[in-house]
């Protein structure tokens, strides 16, 4: 639909605004469920991106029941949203293995669990759980080529596994990879990629079953490789960005068919030359880790080119003589929508044409009450 993101109520808001529109947030649901055929045991989606009560709760309506997420915060607003199985895709270590017991004792009704990729941390998290008198349930993380975290998923992971079996505090749960590394646009080209890791995750999934530990769930992937891994019975799948999409999935993952649901709206606040406007969309609310021209894109005014950026102030070039004036209200798709969207405290919700209500982003505190 043309002009889809326009507002009628929008001169009653200030700006910069983050705000989601509410159908295309639900169809993007729709279509990743349709991507796994309906099958809701095996979608696992990651909330990093939109850290909101609100869209865990929109996860309930559709029967899914368990997340993924990377901080305590998130995992203790999943809790309180009605998610019972909640995947912490971080290992927990120093003081994060306290917040995790009581994370684990405010929520007895919920099953959380962790990453680990060595034996030292292990041993570490299993201390503190019978401290607590607590089993914890860990997730082996495997390193498939990113280089972030994970234990070497070509190394001996049978072995690793089955020495972390043997702690007391400690349950094997699964197999974890995250594979964000891939970036080629080509989909069969970034399938062909993750194919070896998920081989061999497979390979000795089936060897541990054979020497007692069975039942392990392999959760893999984000939405670069969704397409790959919803593909693939047996694996759960944990895309995050897919509730809003961006301007650098939209490029670079043409098989997926999400719609953006969460815009950028700024006000034109000064013409400081002939072909320059100023608006209020800084670094500070829009994510700026990329270059210049990769931080928010404007469909909408295919005129308009980056030029200058600060704190509170974007400066675009445009072509158009006499087109803007000051006070203009301009919509933005953002390049990166998980970190821009953790700069506003709520988002504004659209449904119809109208901005509605807002939720909260409640997560992007790195604390909530634990």
């Not at 999934?205 to 069975?214: R, V």
């Not at 000064?270 to 406007?277: E, G, N, Q």
């Not at 301009?330 to 509605?356: F, K, S």
């Amino acid at each position: 639909m043309k002009n889809w993101q326009e507002i009628s109520n929008l001169n009653a808001f200030d700006t910069p605004l983050f705000v989601v529109y509410e159908a295309r947030l639900k169809s993007n649901i729709e279509m990743a469920l349709v991507m796994l055929s309906g099958n809701v045991d095996r979608f696992r989606p990651h909330i990093k991106t939109h850290k909101i009560g609100e869209v865990i709760q929109l996860f309930s309506e559709y029967q899914i029941r368990k997340i993924k997420c990377a901080t305590i915060a998130e995992a203790e607003l999943a809790a309180a949203n009605g998610m019972n199985d909640i995947l912490i895709a971080y290992q927990p270590v120093g003081f994060k293995i306290n917040r995790l017991m009581e994370l684990m004792l405010a929520f007895p009704e919920c099953q959380f669990s962790c990453l680990v990729d060595n034996p030292d941390t292990a041993d570490q998290i299993a201390m503190v759980a019978l401290e607590h008198q607590l089993e914890v349930a860990v997730y082996v993380d495997l390193n498939t080529g990113m280089n972030r975290t994970g234990f070497p998923v070509d190394g001996n992971v049978i072995g690793f596994c089955l020495a972390l079996s043997g702690i007391k505090g400690l349950k094997l749960k699964g197999l974890h990879a995250y594979d964000g590394h891939l970036h080629d646009q080509d989909p069969a080209v970034r399938a062909e990629k993750a194919r070896p890791a998920l081989e061999k995750i497979l390979a000795d999934a089936g060897e541990l079953a054979k020497l007692g530990i069975s039942d392990l769930k392999i959760v893999a992937g984000g939405s670069n490789t969704f397409s790959f891994y919803a593909s693939r019975e047996g694996v759960e799948c944990s895309p995050g960005t897919f509730v809003f999409w961006d301007d650098n999935y939209t490029r670079h993952l043409p098989e997926l068919e999400f719609q953006p649901a969460a815009l950028l709206i700024c006000t034109v606040i000064s013409l400081p030359a002939p072909d320059l406007i100023c608006v209020d969309l800084g670094y500070k609310s829009v994510s700026s880790e990329n270059p210049l021209e990769k931080r928010v894109l404007f469909p909408w005014n295919e005129d308009l080119t980056p030029y200058g950026h600060s704190e509170e102030h974007l400066t675009l070039k445009h072509t158009t003589s006499g087109k803007y004036k000051i006070g203009d209200r301009i919509y933005g798709l953002p390049y990166h929508v998980c970190p821009t969207c953790a700069l506003y405290e709520e988002a504004q919700v659209v449904r119809g044409r109208q901005i509605e209500t807002s939720w909260k982003i409640k997560a992007r505190d790195k604390k909530i009450s634990i």
